[in-house]
Protein backbone atom coordinates (compact mmCIF):
# COMPACT_ATOMS: atom_id res chain seq x y z
CA UNK A 1 0.00 0.00 0.00
CA UNK A 2 1.45 3.38 -0.76
CA UNK A 3 1.82 5.67 1.71
CA UNK A 4 -1.32 8.50 0.93
CA UNK A 5 0.98 11.84 2.06
CA UNK A 6 3.96 10.60 -1.05
CA UNK A 7 1.64 9.62 -2.89
CA UNK A 8 -0.13 13.48 -2.72
CA UNK A 9 3.59 14.91 -2.93
CA UNK A 10 3.85 12.95 -6.39
CA UNK A 11 1.08 13.62 -7.41
CA UNK A 12 0.88 17.44 -5.84
CA UNK A 13 -2.44 16.65 -4.47
CA UNK A 14 -2.46 19.77 -1.74
CA UNK A 15 -6.03 18.64 -0.56
CA UNK A 16 -4.57 16.24 1.88
CA UNK A 17 -2.72 18.27 4.17
CA UNK A 18 -4.59 19.95 6.63
CA UNK A 19 -3.74 24.04 7.31
CA UNK A 20 -2.53 23.66 10.95
CA UNK A 21 -1.20 20.51 11.54
CA UNK A 22 1.38 21.65 14.48
CA UNK A 23 1.26 19.59 17.76
CA UNK A 24 1.38 22.67 20.16
CA UNK A 25 -1.79 22.21 22.48
CA UNK A 26 -3.15 18.77 20.87
CA UNK A 27 -3.12 15.66 22.78
CA UNK A 28 -0.55 13.74 20.77
CA UNK A 29 -1.09 9.69 20.94
CA UNK A 30 1.61 7.85 19.15
CA UNK A 31 -0.27 7.38 15.79
CA UNK A 32 -1.32 10.76 15.36
CA UNK A 33 2.25 11.60 15.96
CA UNK A 34 3.18 9.27 13.13
CA UNK A 35 0.16 10.43 11.18
CA UNK A 36 1.74 14.28 11.67
CA UNK A 37 5.70 13.25 11.05
CA UNK A 38 4.27 11.73 7.95
CA UNK A 39 2.54 14.36 6.63
CA UNK A 40 5.10 16.89 7.61
CA UNK A 41 7.86 15.64 6.00
CA UNK A 42 5.91 14.67 3.03
CA UNK A 43 4.96 18.86 3.10
CA UNK A 44 8.66 19.41 3.29
CA UNK A 45 9.47 16.89 0.36
CA UNK A 46 6.91 18.83 -1.59
CA UNK A 47 8.04 22.27 -1.04
CA UNK A 48 11.16 21.80 -1.88
CA UNK A 49 10.45 20.02 -5.07
CA UNK A 50 8.59 22.62 -6.13
CA UNK A 51 11.33 25.06 -4.71
CA UNK A 52 13.88 23.48 -7.25
CA UNK A 53 10.93 23.90 -10.12
CA UNK A 54 10.27 27.21 -9.48
CA UNK A 55 13.87 28.00 -9.50
CA UNK A 56 15.09 26.62 -13.14
CA UNK A 57 11.77 28.31 -14.35
CA UNK A 58 12.62 31.67 -12.95
CA UNK A 59 16.36 31.81 -14.19
CA UNK A 60 14.97 30.46 -17.42
CA UNK A 61 12.52 33.58 -17.49
CA UNK A 62 14.99 35.61 -16.10
CA UNK A 63 17.24 35.21 -18.96
CA UNK A 64 14.70 35.90 -21.32
CA UNK A 65 13.58 38.79 -19.73
CA UNK A 66 17.28 40.10 -20.23
CA UNK A 67 16.99 38.94 -23.60
CA UNK A 68 14.19 40.85 -24.75
CA UNK A 69 15.62 44.49 -22.74
CA UNK A 70 13.91 44.13 -19.08
CA UNK A 71 15.36 45.90 -16.22
CA UNK A 72 17.08 44.05 -13.59
CA UNK A 73 15.57 46.18 -11.15
CA UNK A 74 11.93 45.65 -12.76
CA UNK A 75 13.02 41.97 -13.38
CA UNK A 76 13.51 41.78 -9.43
CA UNK A 77 10.55 43.34 -8.49
CA UNK A 78 8.25 41.00 -10.31
CA UNK A 79 9.92 38.05 -9.04
CA UNK A 80 10.09 39.29 -5.43
CA UNK A 81 13.49 39.07 -5.20
CA UNK A 82 16.63 41.64 -4.58
CA UNK A 83 18.54 43.17 -7.90
CA UNK A 84 21.66 41.10 -6.52
CA UNK A 85 19.54 37.95 -6.45
CA UNK A 86 18.66 38.46 -10.06
CA UNK A 87 22.14 39.75 -10.83
CA UNK A 88 23.59 36.31 -9.29
CA UNK A 89 20.82 34.08 -10.95
CA UNK A 90 21.99 35.67 -14.23
CA UNK A 91 25.88 34.75 -13.39
CA UNK A 92 26.21 38.37 -14.14
CA UNK A 93 27.69 41.01 -11.22
CA UNK A 94 26.64 44.09 -10.78
CA UNK A 95 29.06 46.83 -12.19
Known sequence: MTD???RAVEERDLGIF???SS????VILPDSARQGIAEAGA?????EH????AMIDLTDWLRAGREV????????R???VTSET????????EA
Open 4 to 6: PYW
Open 18 to 20: QVG
Open 23 to 26: PIAK
Open 43 to 47: RRALA
Open 50 to 53: LRAE
Open 69 to 76: GLTISEMA
Open 78 to 80: LAR
Open 86 to 93: VYAMLGEY
